[in-house]
């Protein structure tokens, strides 16, 4: 049998299908800190991570690996020059977790808008006495226009709910999307400097790479209303988070939901001490479905692209598929 490592705690139905193809070393503590993944990775065939860093010096220790499976749509963990170059291939899981994503994303941009978990601390603290006029005034989202910033699967997910809002929709992306999907979603687009001076809430679902570290910081929190709402659901490290502290401190923009940290699950511990930003620990895709769904998709990738079950040979989600069939160097 092929040897495997689950790195991370997962359903446990999910193990039981990976023992019907492979020897299954499961990983159910804490994250595997580099040194340990690597000796752990050292006799596998292939394996299943969440987000875990796999380099150079991980995939030349492991002379056997072919496939790293990762849990997730993003796969910034993974080196690819690394994996194209030792010929291991790298899977992830798209188009599963779209829409809970998406939902997700409206869930944090309107409690950013609407003061929804400031105000709840607030109620929680004991501090209501009264009702006043102008107790926690937001931000409209109905009519307003939506800046979405990245427009792949997500963002075309997270545009597409914005019709029962009634809102104006501008999006920004390395290109254009096809003319029938603007059409579709009513979506114009817009340089970057644009999107940020005109739209009233911001989204970001870009994919993390070196091009996009610090897409948005303090220059472009500067362009953006005093009004407006930045929300990050794509990665840590495509906001300046300490240039967001200062803009949500200062009032340059109103309010941010935060679904991605720089250094996660650390912190900027600044983040805490403002009021104006929702702050939730990287659960978009967080639905039992969705996660499931991910975690099964993560399993088909492992077991076809070693040659096991109804698509051997052909997983569904390759990073690279120029690597399939090559030897392993
Ligand atoms: C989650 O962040 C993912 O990339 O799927």
Redesign the pocket.
């Known amino acids: 049998m092929q040897k495997i490592l689950v790195a991370r705690p997962i359903f446990p139905d999910v193990i039981e299908r990976l023992k019907q193809y492979f020897d299954v070393d499961w990983h159910q503590g804490e994250v595997l800190p580099a040194d340990e993944l690597t000796r752990r990775l050292a006799d596998k065939d292939g394996a299943l991570t969440a987000?875990d860093p796999v380099g150079a010096a991980a995939l030349a220790a492991a002379p056997r690996l072919r496939v790293v499976s990762?849990?997730?749509?993003?796969?910034n963990n993974f080196d690819m020059a690394a994996f194209n170059a030792a010929n291991v291939l790298g899977t992830?899981?798209p188009d599963v977790?779209n829409e809970s994503?998406a939902d997700f994303g409206w869930a944090l941009m309107m409690a950013a808008a609407r003061r929804i978990a400031e105000s709840e601390h607030w109620l929680r603290a004991g501090k209501w006495q009264k009702w006043t006029y102008d107790g926690f005034l937001g931000s409209d989202i109905y009519g307003s226009t939506l800046g979405v910033i990245g427009m792949g699967r997500i963002g075309q997910a997270l545009a597409r709910r914005a019709k029962g809002f009634n809102m104006q929709v501008i999006y920004h992306n390395r290109s254009r999307v096809a003319p029938e999907i603007e059409a579709e979603l009513n979506a114009e687009y817009a340089s970057k400097q644009d999107l940020l001076r005109r739209a009233d809430h911001v989204v970001l679902v870009l994919p993390y790479t070196k091009e996009n570290h610090h897409t948005i910081g303090a220059a472009e929190l500067a362009q953006m209303k005093p009004t407006a709402t930045l929300t990050n659901i794509?990665?840590g490290g495509i906001v300046d988070d300490a240039a967001l502290v200062e803009a949500l401190r200062t009032k340059q923009i109103a309010a941010a939901g935060l679904d991605?940290y720089e250094g996660e699950p650390r912190l900027n511990p600044d983040l805490l001490t403002v009021p104006n930003v929702v702050l939730t620990p990287?659960i978009?895709?967080a639905t039992e479905a969705t996660r499931r769904a991910?975690a099964n998709l993560a399993a088909d990738n492992l077991i076809a692209a070693l040659g096991e079950g109804p698509r051997a040979g052909r997983p569904p989600n390759p990073i690279n598929p120029e690597v399939i069939g090559k030897a392993r160097s």
């Open positions: 987000g990762n849990m997730a749509v993003g796969y992830n899981t977790l994503t794509a990665r991605v990287h978009a895709s991910m």
